[in-house]
């Protein structure tokens, strides 16, 4: 059983930065495809972004290029979302997600996600 355990979140300044970890259990993250997705108060769900099995290919939220970045570490089966320039728009609820497709391409596509983790909350002021 894939366990996901998401940390790091809570209150930030606009302008400021967080980094958020997924520490997964039961699949090593070597050998998944990782997610993180976002869903703010009242809206859907949404792709935040992706980082392939091996690490070469990573997928981003256009509103999010350029500001959060991907990152896995293999030897602490941690996937990390680093996330600079927060907006008051980047408030929502984090999620980690893990899929077991090795792709060589990373992907955005919620369903390809088997695991999930609890959520960690982060609340841009401005």
């Known amino acids: 059983q894939v366990q996901l355990v998401e940390s790091g979140g809570g209150l930030v300044q606009a302008g400021g930065s967080v980094r958020l970890s997924c520490t997964a259990s039961?699949?090593?993250?070597?050998?998944?495809?990782m997610g993180w997705f976002r869903q703010a108060p009242g809206k859907e769900r949404e792709f935040v972004a992706a980082i392939n099995w091996s690490g070469g290919s990573t997928l981003y939220l256009n509103s999010v290029k350029g500001r959060f970045t991907i990152s896995k570490d293999n030897a602490m089966n941690t996937v990390y979302l680093r996330m600079t320039l927060l907006e008051p728009q980047d408030t929502a609820i984090y999620y980690c997600?893990?899929?077991?497709?090795?792709?060589?391409?990373?992907?955005?596509?919620?369903?390809?996600?088997?695991?999930w983790g609890q959520g960690t909350q982060v609340t841009v002021s401005s």
């Open positions: 039961g699949r090593p993250v070597s050998r998944a495809s």
């Open positions: 997600a893990s899929s077991p497709r090795q792709y060589y391409i990373a992907s955005q596509n919620a369903p390809e996600y088997d695991s």
